[in-house]
C-alpha cells in the first residue's frame, strides 16, 4: 500500500534560517504529492503540490520537487518567519484509491 | 476562509452521549470526507462520499455514523464514544474525489470521558 513518512520533529529554528523539512513516500503507479500545513487550531490547508516528476510546486516561498528517482519531496524554504510556525503535513494521491494519504505531520518552531 | 466549515469547534462527551458533528462546504464540491486526527499518529481517513453517495468507508466502528444529505452537508453522529476516540475531527471537500485538491474545515476537538 501507499506511505509517506516525514522528518520527526520538532524542527526548532530561528528566524530567517533555512528550512528542509524531508518526506519520502511509497506508492504503486504515480501519485501527485501535496504539503499542507496546519496552523494552531486550525485545520490542514494546502500549501503546494506537485502532479509529476521534476514538477516543482512554489508558495509563499516555500519550494518542493517531485523527485522520482529518490521517490522524495523535500519542503524548503529559503528563509524562516515566526509566522511559519505550524505542523506541515506531506501527502500524495493515488489515482487507484482516490485518497490521500498523509505523513505523520513535522511540527516546526521558529523563534525571534 | 476555507470555505468549509464545522461545528461544534468543540466537544466534550460521556461514553453514554449521542452527538453530531456537522460540516458545510460552500465551494461548490461534490466530494466530502471525515479524518480523525490523533496525537503522533497520522491523519485516518473514515469517510468518503461523492454526489451524497458513500464510497469509502475505513473500517470505522459502527458507533461513527455519517450522513450527508446533500453535497453541501456533511454529518458525524456519535453515540457510545470510547475515550480512546478523543481526537481532532477534520472535514474536506474536494470539486471531484479524483486526485483534486483537499480544502480541510478547522475541525471539531472531541473528548471523550
Known amino acids: 500500500g501507499n506511505s509517506v513518512t516525514q522528518m520527526e520533529g520538532p524542527v526548532t529554528l530561528s528566524e530567517e534560517a533555512f528550512l ?45 520537487t517531485y523527485r522520482k528517482e529518490t ?23 493515488d489515482i487507484r484509491y482516490s485518497t490521500l494519504t498523509f505523513g505523520k505531520g513535522t511540527m516546526l518552531l521558529v523563534s525571534p | 476562509e476555507t470555505g468549509v466549515t464545522q461545528t461544534p469547534r468543540h ?20 466530494a466530502m470526507y471525515w479524518y480523525k486526527q490523533s496525537a503522533k499518529k497520522p491523519l485516518e481517513l473514515m469517510f468518503v462520499y ?14 461513527f455514523s455519517p450522513e450527508c444529505p446533500n453535497s453541501s452537508h456533511l454529518f458525524l453522529h456519535l453515540h457510545t464514544l470510547q475515550p480512546e476516540d478523543s481526537a481532532l475531527y477534520l ?9 483534486e485538491t483537499q480544502y480541510f474545515g478547522p475541525g471539531t476537538r472531541l473528548l471523550v470521558l
Not at chain 2, 11 to 30: I, P, R
Open chain 1, 20 to 64: 528542509t523539512i524531508n518526506c519520502t513516500y511509497t506508492a504503486t503507479g504515480y501519485p501527485s504529492l501535496f504539503w499542507y500545513v496546519q496552523y494552531p487550531g486550525e485545520g490542514l490547508q494546502l500549501l503546494l503540490k506537485a502532479t509529476k516528476a521534476d514538477d516543482k510546486g512554489s508558495n509563499k516561498g516555500f519550494e518542493a
Open chain 2, 91 to 99: 472535514c474536506a471537500s474536494s470539486l471531484d474525489r479524483e486526485l
Open chain 1, 71 to 93: 521517490t522524495s519531496f523535500h519542503l524548503e524554504k529559503g528563509s524562516v518567519q515566526v509566522s511559519d510556525s505550524a505542523v506541515y503535513f506531506c501527502a500524495l494521491s
Open chain 2, 11 to 30: 466537544l466534550v462527551m460521556g461514553m453514554t452521549n449521542k452527538k453530531s458533528l456537522k460540516c458545510e462546504q460552500h465551494l461548490g464540491h461534490n
Open chain 2, 50 to 63: 461523492s454526489l451524497e453517495e458513500r464510497v469509502e468507508n475505513n473500517s470505522v466502528p459502527s458507533r
